[in-house]
């Protein structure tokens, strides 16, 4: 699934790539900061989209990429969005949705029952309203998942 936004005066080009750039890697930077082997997990994700084992798409402004979505279908025939991201300089304008509507795309492609994301319990005020407004429920929180008083909530989208 290819889009493109329009919001203001800049043009956002969405879609799937069969590789991951080091402009990416750039913009996760903050993984390793979060999770303990992060670096070596964005490796093995890297690896995994090249086989084309796991998706990836890209949210570009002006050939900088913004934002980017790893999806992967589960054996449960989830599929999961292992991480969605936009840069802090361009939430609000309609990335992560369209980030999202593409994972939901492929999702459907590969016809899973259902999609899933967890995400930090701090960031809940933030990323509860991006991921309700596409359909999913929060249905969990795992206390302590990222260590203690680092909870994980989890959401879930039933797919037709």
Known sequence: ?????????????????????????????????????????????????????????????????????FGVLKPSNRYKVRTLFVSPSHRGCGVGGALLTALTARAEEVDADEMFVTAASTIRDEFQPLVCKAGFDLIATEADRYGVGRDENIFVRKLP
């Open 1 to 69: 699934m290819n889009e493109t936004l329009t919001r203001d005066a800049d043009v956002v080009w969405v879609g799937a790539v069969n590789s991951v750039a080091p402009d990416v890697e750039n913009l996760l930077d903050f993984l390793p900061v979060l999770y303990p082997g992060g670096s070596s997990w964005f490796a093995t994700m890297a690896a995994e989209v090249e086989r084309g084992c796991a998706d990836a798409f890209t949210a570009v402004l002006d050939d900088v990429t913004v934002g980017v979505g």
